[in-house]
């Protein structure tokens, strides 16, 4: 049901049954660690490109999801997701060998919720029983296509942030146990004219906040409602800019509890610069360590803003400003 | 709650710049000129070695050390050690010929996987290509210039 401007409520609580999440080597030495069901030894997968690594990830990560539901993926009606690469191609080849009715979704590292939330609403509406969802980058395929080749020697800035290797992936149903999708808010796109492409947080804090600041206005609530507020890669600069933000439209937001899926994936000794990125980055940290956290009931009610920047390397060479959008969706125990 | 998209570019971008981290010039130059200069000693010890061992001249031995960085070059960047040590060299690894080559090597490796011609062929100078095209143009804009001043007599 749509509530206030952009806001979906889901009164038939979808329920996130059960999630698969794989990662690559660099997420094997990262801080999350026992959060993922699969973690590869080698960058390639033992695959031929990149490319196809980056698809092995979607692929298994939907395997480990379908394996500990006990739901078979003809039983599945929709997969929703989508990446970083050109034409979405990782998820499009996923969709190709499930061979499960395919939505393909682009937000950039929004991806995550907007696929997610797209999900909610079909399982919501009756339009489905169980959707699959989720999102997945690879750091040598994204990097390749908007930077410079793997093993070229440029100098990053601090500001640059570091693409996940990884793939999360949830299954939605109308019925079971697990934590319920509650509702749903759809972004605008921002754009400060931020023009920086080594500095993202800075170029997608304003996004957040607006989604954010909409998302509370909508439901009609604090955000003291919500034990934890995870935006998803703003890292450590977009995280303090979107402090800053909120204190100016007068969002309360507790430092304790504005986190940063960004910041949360890797230990502090790992060179990630400003702090991880990628589409895969808010959906490996959302289905692995904040579902657990919300089945161990340690959390009790969350909301994920995931946040991208809509940019591609041809806009930034044109020297076009970095258009942003966040998308947020509110996952909680037992409902509202 | 102000909803409204109060806040103008101009405001944010004062609030963004606040928060901002500055990439840390003195450390990078600093890094950059000892790590630049260690190329260029082993490079002035490969010369030497190359005159004192082979028939090389002083005007002739530029061309095998040149090609004995580039090879080790692409040693570092195959085995993936390069993009490590330019994170903290910067411009010490990209100015010489090292940074070069390095730029052809990595996209050669990077686009392998679309096949010879098309990938590797295609995308080799993708990151060079440009050093060699104002390269070579402004070595022709300079001759001219000379060219014209020693017309005029003017050297």
Redesign the interface.
Known sequence: MLRGKQTWEFENRPTIISTGITGGPFEAKGNLTATFDQLYNDLRLEQNSFEQAHQLLLESACQHALRKSNITKEAVQFLIAGDLINQITPTSFTARTYQIPYIGTFSACATSMESLALAANLINSNNANYVLTGSSSHNAAVEKQFRYPTEYGGQKPPTAQWTVTGAGVGLLANKGDGPKVTSATIGKVVDMGMTDPFNMGEAMAPAAIDTIATHLMDRGIDASYYDCIITGDLAEIGRSIALELAKQKNILLNTDTFLDCGLMLYKKDQQVFAGASGSGCSAVVTYGHLINQLNDKKLNKILVVATGALLSPLTVQQKQSIPCIAHAVSIENGGR | ???S?S?T?KS??K??Q???????ILK?CIYAFFFGGLICTIGQGISTFYMYFFDFTEQTVGNPTTATLIFITMLL??F?V??H???F???G??VPVT?FG??V???A???R?EGFVQGVGGNMFK?AGSVILFGVFSAFVVALIKTILLEWGVI
């Open positions: 709650m102000d909803n998209p806040t570019k944010y971008q609030i963004a606040q928060q901002e981290r500055k990439r840390p990078n960047t195959g993936g390069y993009d040590i330019a994170q060299a910067g411009a690894t990209a940074g390095n730029a090597i990595s996209a490796i990077e686009h996987s990151l």
